[in-house]
T-cell receptor, first 114, second 115 residues
Framework: NAGVMQNPRHLVRRRGQEARLRCSPM?????VYWYRQLPEEGLKSMVY????????ESGMPKERFSAEFPKEGPSILRIQQVVRGDSAAYFC????????????FGQGTRLTVV | AQSVTQLGSHVSVSEGALVLLRCNYS??????LFWYVQYPNQGLQLLLK??????LVKGINDFEAEFKKSETSFHLTKPSAHMSDAAEYFC?????????????FGKGTHLIIQP
């Protein structure tokens, strides 16, 4: 039973480019959570999605950031026109029910903006 | 609103010594509390969680934590440190309403094990 898969593990983008981060949840999990970890900080919740629905995006910046979890395929976190301050580790977690306490985390994508 | 404070960004102990990582929380309602461990270049793994049952919670790898309401604390302990325990540890709180409520994480404590 594969765990939560995130790719790429490392992503380098120049300022102004787009970053696409992918998260394949565990088999049977229909709830996905994205977190951002800035250097020397704890994880901050960004967005919570179910298949084809955004449930809570209150932690996600209003500009440049978007997320989706289509019926088929992985969940995507997209950051448009990246800036240096977007450099961080982005973690995805998934759960079988609407309960973060049961979520399993992926290994994260480390985004570096140069 | 809820928040978590982890005292000490770095804690160093000798192999075989007691591990104590401190966590204090604030929450307007009875909380759920968690400790996660993050090994280098890995995702977070759940060590243990408190969800209003027994106040002393046992987790994996001989870690345990005690919920003390009067002190608003949930400190993590392990009787004897092992080199493999070197990692980043995060305390987190969630309102017991659960559901879409997010987990609020502390800034983390880096545990260093001296040989």
């Amino acid at each position: 039973n594969a765990g939560v898969m995130q790719n790429p593990r490392h992503l380098v983008r120049r300022r102004g480019q787009e970053a696409r981060l992918r998260c394949s949840p565990m088999k049977g999990h229909s709830h996905v959570y994205w977190y951002r970890q800035l250097p020397e900080e704890g994880l901050k919740s960004m967005v919570y999605l179910q298949k084809e629905n955004i449930i809570d995006e209150s932690g996600m910046p209003k500009e440049r950031f978007s997320a989706e979890f289509p019926k088929e395929g992985p969940s995507i976190l997209r950051i448009q026109q990246v800036v240096r301050g977007d450099s961080a580790a982005y973690f995805c977690a998934s759960s079988p029910r609407q309960d973060r306490t049961e979520a399993f985390f992926g290994q994260g994508t480390r985004l570096t903006v140069v | 609103a809820q928040s978590v404070t982890q005292l000490g960004s770095h804690v160093s102990v000798s192999e075989g010594a007691l591990v104590l990582l401190r966590c204090n929380y604030s929450s307007s309602v009875p909380p759920y509390l968690f400790w996660y461990v993050q090994y280098p270049n890995q995702g977070l793994q759940l060590l243990l969680k408190y969800t209003s049952a027994a106040t002393l919670v046992k987790g994996i790898n001989d870690f345990e934590a005690e919920f003390k309401k009067s002190e608003t604390s949930f400190h993590l302990t392990k009787p004897s440190a092992h080199m493999s325990d070197a990692a980043e540890y995060f305390c987190a709180v969630q309102n017991s309403g659960g559901g879409a409520d997010g987990l609020t994480f502390g800034k983390g404590t880096h545990l260093i094990i001296q040989p």
